[in-house]
């Protein structure tokens, strides 16, 4: 049976609007995503537990504590002012991260918020606190000696910055977990397989040779995060050739998938990793919302098992993967796979 860790307080965070393409449309990361990738996990075999909680510490040790107080506070701060709306939306953003820091809630949500599609709420702070406190429990598992362990977090992580939010993503669970890993003394790699690339995770870790990143995702050309993911991103400073982006065209299948990350894990093993952090997106699958990959179900058994075969311990940690009926599937498929000897 495998180990799992959730925590309900992740639900009081229920984004209400995002823009694509100039449109307002309702934020596809909602808070049924936990019930459908909860009940499939548990038909995977998973054993869940609730986390404990960690403290500030591991988050400080990725995110700025400038960061986290605005995180923290600026809903109430934006919500005294006159007309505000319900939620937390950026409608201007600094020309460089070099300009001066503001004082006031508007400029701090522009420069703290990459984009219109990390919208935060009255409960928002509260279940990204509860979401990385997740990802640290389940990284205590595999600390403890499972060969594998499932962290179902909600809101995901893996595109915000050390002080920047976006594409639904507030802290940046997989890389908490990450150094919690490597102040452990373990040798930790992230690879991240959702559909977007985690422009966040790289950010983090792109002049530092102590933690790899590898990730596997659609062509940022003409999609999600744009100017994140090309292959010539290979880090810099100290970290020059500690990232590796493989970047796929739309279309994209199970094959194709499995030959990328037949690539991924090899630059891994290459690297001396002794632990892992998966970045799991289900949003490759065929029928997700956002239309770019044809990975199948049966596919994601075999990412998972490819995986596995790589003989290190695994944190997996839940990114994308949105609304559709083939969501559930999709994770019992990966997590079977994963469990496969």
């Not at 075999?45 to 506070?73: M, N, Q, V, W």
């Not at 522009?110 to 509860?130: L, M, S």
């Not at 930790?188 to 792109?206: K, R």
Request: glycine fraction near 10%; aromatic fraction near 8%.
């Amino acid at each position: 049976m495998m180990k799992a860790v959730l925590d309900a307080r992740q639900s009081v965070h229920d984004p209400k609007h995002a823009l694509l393409s100039g449109k307002v449309i309702q934020c596809r990361e909602q808070p049924e995503r936990i019930d459908v990738l909860h009940k499939a996990a548990v038909a995977a075999g998973c054993e869940f537990s609730p986390p404990r909680d960690h403290g500030r510490a591991p988050l400080a040790a990725i995110h700025s504590p400038e960061y986290l107080a605005f995180l923290e506070t600026i809903h109430q701060r934006w919500s005294r002012l006159k007309d505000a709306s319900n939620e937390v939306i950026p409608n201007i953003h600094p020309a460089n991260r070099s300009c001066s820091y503001p004082t006031g809630p508007v400029g701090q949500a522009g420069y703290h918020q990459a984009d219109t599609a990390c919208p935060i709420a009255a409960g928002t702070w509260d279940a990204a606190y509860w979401s990385a406190q997740t990802a640290l429990s389940a990284a205590d598992l595999v600390m403890d000696g499972a060969d594998a362990a499932y962290a179902l977090c909600r809101p995901p992580g893996h595109h915000a910055f050390g002080d920047l939010a976006g594409g639904f993503c507030y802290l940046n669970n997989a890389a908490i977990a990450a150094q919690h890993f490597l102040m452990a003394g373990f040798r930790p790699a992230i690879m991240d397989i959702d559909v977007h690339h985690g422009n966040g995770t790289q950010g983090i870790f792109y002049d530092r040779d102590d933690i790899l990143t590898v990730s596997i995702h659609g062509d940022p050309a003409n999609f999600y995060p744009f100017f994140w993911g090309h292959a010539a991103e290979r880090g810099t400073g100290r970290g020059l050739g500690y990232n590796l982006n493989i970047p796929l065209p739309f279309g994209t299948d199970d094959a194709a998938f499995l030959i990328a990350l037949e690539t991924a894990l090899h630059r891994i093993k290459t690297n001396g990793s002794n632990v892992l952090v998966v970045s799991v997106g289900l949003d490759p699958h065929e029928d997700d919302p956002f239309e770019a990959f044809k990975v199948t179900t049966p596919g994601f058994a075999r990412i998972g098992a490819a995986i596995t075969a790589l003989g290190l311990p695994a944190l997996h940690v839940q990114e994308g993967g949105y609304l559709q009926p083939a969501l559930g599937d999709n994770l019992t498929s990966f997590l079977r796979g994963v469990q496969r000897k």
